[in-house]
Structure formats: structure tokens, C-alpha cells
């Protein structure tokens, strides 16, 4: 795993209480030009400051027990980074028709839907080096002056190819509410100068 500057990155190889995917996941063919946020629960709550209780391990532990469900970086309450996979090798299981070209990154959630701001913080630093490592666009879906939070018409016109940057769980599937992930992410990412655009692309928005 490449460094991250502040947030902690605990994989396999430094715990081994944080066990490497086994059978749930696919053997990586085309390069990764996605990366993929999910909250647990899929509910939009509100942001908290600071941090909040360690809850990832219950994730962490379901993770390698779920046969058909499986992502690659799962971030805590408290901004602890769980790396479950080596996604330069493999693919995961965890947004269907992106799985193959993308990295899955969950936020631990409660079902009241809260999130911290240091798991936002760890969230979006993960997200910055994952996309400088797999050379992914620093775009993010963008629409009338917000992040766009509905499955995208390129999604729906099959125009998967041309997607590259960073999504959320909505932007693929009807199954899925704006909760997952819900604006934050994307809004930090644009804060900091990543540029927003709607799919299909027509330029900046
Ligand atoms: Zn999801």
C-alpha cells in the first residue's frame, strides 16, 4: 500500500486480526480508472466533528465472511483504515457493473447514518493517493452547483467505458439511496480542487 500521509492503514501483512480477502473477489484484467465510496448503511445522517467509536472491525470480519459481497478499504469512525485487499491484483465485489475497473472503499456507519469528519478526512486522503497511484482523474460527479447523487445517465446509457474518476454506490444502481455515500466526500474532493463534472461528460460544471 502506498504511503498516506496522516491517516493509519492497517492491512494483513501489519495485523493479522485484519485477514486478506480469500475466494471473494477477481482476478484484476483492466487497470483501475474508478474508485468507488460506500457508507455501510447506505443513509444520509449528519457529520460530526471529531471522531467516533471504533466500529470497524464488525466490517472488517464480515468482509472476509461474505461470499458475494467484498471491498477493499474499510474506514473507521475514528479514521483507521482497514486494507483488505491488493487491488492492484485483484478486483471486489461491491458496486456490480464497476467491480472490474474499480477500488471499493467503505465508511463505517451506524444506522442512524452519522459520519466524523476524521473518517471524511482519512476517507478523502485515501481516495487522493489511490488516485495518484492508478493515475484516476481527480473529477468528481458534479451537477448544478452539488455533488451529483442519482445513478448517472452515462450508467444508464451503458456508457461505462468512459467513466474515470471518483463515484459513489448511487452513481451505479437503483438499489442503493444517495446515502451511499451521501455528499461529504465528494464536496471535500471538489473543496480541494478537484473538478466536478456530469457523466456524460460535456466539460467542467
Ligand atoms: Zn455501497
Do not use: C
Not at 466500529?55 to 458475494?68: F, H, K, L, P, S
Not at 465528494?186 to 457523466?199: H, K, S
Amino acid at each position: 500500500m502506498a504511503y498516506v500521509p496522516h491517516a493509519k492503514v492497517v492491512t494483513w501483512l501489519d495485523d493479522p486480526t485484519v485477514p486478506q480477502l480469500g475466494g471473494n473477489r477477481s482476478v484484476r484484467r483492466t487497470p483501475v480508472r474508478a474508485i468507488v465510496v460506500h457508507t455501510t448503511w447506505g443513509r444520509l445522517g449528519p457529520l460530526f466533528e471529531g471522531s467516533g467509536d471504533r466500529i470497524g472491525r464488525r466490517y472488517v470480519a464480515e468482509n472476509v465472511r461474505t461470499m458475494q459481497k467484498s471491498w477493499d478499504f474499510t474506514v473507521d469512525q475514528d479514521g483507521t483504515i482497514y486494507q483488505q485487499n491488493d487491488p492492484a491484483r485483484f478486483y471486489t465485489w461491491h458496486a456490480t457493473i464497476a467491480n472490474p475497473f474499480s477500488v471499493g472503499i467503505e465508511m463505517a456507519q451506524r444506522m442512524d447514518g452519522t459520519l466524523y469528519d476524521t473518517q471524511l478526512r482519512a476517507t478523502v486522503e485515501l481516495v487522493s493517493v489511490l488516485a495518484r497511484v492508478f493515475d484516476v482523474p481527480r473529477v468528481v460527479p458534479w451537477r448544478r452547483g452539488a455533488p451529483d447523487l442519482r445513478v448517472l445517465p452515462a450508467v444508464r446509457a451503458g456508457r461505462l467505458g468512459e467513466l474515470r474518476g471518483v463515484f459513489g454506490h448511487v452513481h451505479f444502481t437503483d438499489e442503493r439511496g444517495p446515502g451511499d455515500p451521501g455528499p461529504f466526500p465528494f464536496a471535500v474532493l471538489r473543496a480541494t480542487g478537484w473538478v466536478g463534472i456530469e457523466w456524460p461528460a460535456n466539460g467542467p460544471s
